[in-house]
């Protein structure tokens, strides 16, 4: 399969948000909302239009994946540094264990590095995201605003040592728990 990996696009919208909610249709460990999360996420401050990114399949020239990363802060009583959040990503039933999503991943990470973000902390699978370089997020006394198990709430650094004297809880934004 052809596929590119492009910038999402206002008129990509609705097609966006039909593979986010294909996508998770059949996720055990979802509220089957993350479409509707995708498009508060947009209408907020933590929107980032460079890292709302599309893969699309060129033969058919259909989206058939979708990842985002926004704004969040990792914040203590002295300090408060911002980071990025991963989520959600999300392809096509039809397209899932093809490696799009490694390639959505891999590209929204390079694009974020670009930009000259540091880091980036994901809720997700503890066998997955390690393939990336995430490790356990607590090993930098970064913790969820929520309880999770330790080993699903991770981080990474985008430029080395970039959270060595980062520690707090992250803050989410506002559109995560509407």
């Not at 249709?25 to 909302?33: I, M």
């Not at 959505?104 to 990470?109: F, G, Q």
Request: proline letters at 4%.
């Amino acid at each position: 399969m052809d596929m590119r990996v492009r910038i999402e696009q206002a008129d990509d919208y609705s097609v966006t948000e039909q593979v986010v909610k294909s996508a998770f249709a059949n996720a055990e460990f979802s509220d089957h909302k993350e479409h509707e999360l995708v498009s508060r996420i947009r209408k907020s401050d933590a929107f980032i239009p460079a890292l709302s990114l599309v893969a699309m399949d060129e033969e058919n020239q259909e989206i058939v994946g979708h990842i985002l990363l926004s704004k969040i802060n990792i914040r203590n009583d002295y300090q408060s540094v911002e980071s990025l959040a991963l989520a959600p990503v999300s392809v096509l039933p039809d397209y899932q264990s093809k490696g799009i999503g490694k390639k959505l991943i891999l590209e929204a990470l390079q694009k974020a590095k670009e930009l000259g973000y540091q880091s980036v902390v994901v809720l997700g699978h503890p066998q997955y995201y390690p393939k990336f370089g995430f490790q356990k997020a607590s090993q930098w006394g970064i913790k969820a605003p929520f309880e999770v198990p330790d080993e699903v709430f991770m981080a990474m650094e985008l430029h080395e040592n970039a959270l060595e004297n980062v520690s707090g809880v992250v803050e989410y934004s506002s559109a995560f728990f509407e």
